[in-house]
């Protein structure tokens, strides 16, 4: 189980069909309609208990449930080893709204339960397969593994992005080790000193891409 923060999220797991143990509200506070047992709490508990230092004034326990891969993917993002919570939840709101099958996270990367990523994901979480996966199954599900980096590959505009694909963007201080079983490499050309592009950003430039291409065909 796993805690969801303030009425939007709530409403939007309920529709997605997400099993909500029960909502906890704040007094006077106003619960999500249809969407468990409602408890209210004692003035005060909320805050102590939410893990936002002006959280929302209601609160509600989800029941997590396995996601598996779409059958034929023909594009997904991955995530190898990552670490911070928003970035996690950032990527897997991008990757839903530029039209993903799935999110993939390696061994090693925050936990998508975590609330950080909940919060950040804006619902996206309770929409898209979000699994952990080793990058053998990703492959032996017919994609072409293209890894991202801030040195090496070919631009990524300049990359044919139509094929089936799935894009892995690397851990915040290391990106995707040198050598990753990947199938090839890709890059945000970027003027300017800055070393490279934050992962989340990155992955989301890319998925806009692939879905910018597979709309002109």
Wanted: charge should be negative; glycine fraction near 8%.
């Amino acid at each position: 189980m796993f805690v969801v923060e303030g009425a939007s999220l709530i409403a939007q797991a309920a529709a997605a069909g997400w099993q909500i143990e029960g909502q906890y509200v704040a007094p006077g506070a106003v619960c999500v309609p249809g969407a468990g047992d409602v408890f209210e709490l004692a003035p005060n508990v909320i805050e102590r208990v939410a893990s936002t230092e002006a959280p929302q004034p209601v609160l509600a326990v989800v029941s997590q449930r396995p996601s598996a891969m779409p059958s034929h993917p023909t594009f997904v993002v991955v995530g190898d080893r990552l670490a911070d919570p928003g970035n996690a939840g950032t990527i897997i709101r991008s990757a839903e709204a530029a039209g993903a099958d799935a999110v993939v996270f390696t061994a090693g990367s925050v936990d998508v339960y975590n609330p950080k990523v909940v919060r950040a994901s804006a619902g996206s979480l309770f929409r898209i397969p979000v699994l952990q996966l080793e990058l053998d199954a990703l492959r032996s599900a017919g994609l072409t593994l293209l890894a991202t980096s801030s040195h090496r590959g070919a631009a990524y505009t300049d990359t044919d992005l139509r094929q089936p694909v799935a894009l892995m963007v690397g851990n915040e201080a290391h990106g995707v080790a040198d050598d990753a079983p990947v199938d090839g490499w890709i890059t945000i050309p970027h003027a300017g000193a800055a070393e490279s592009l934050n992962v989340a950003m990155a992955a989301t430039v890319i998925a806009f891409e692939v879905a910018r291409q597979r709309r002109q065909g």
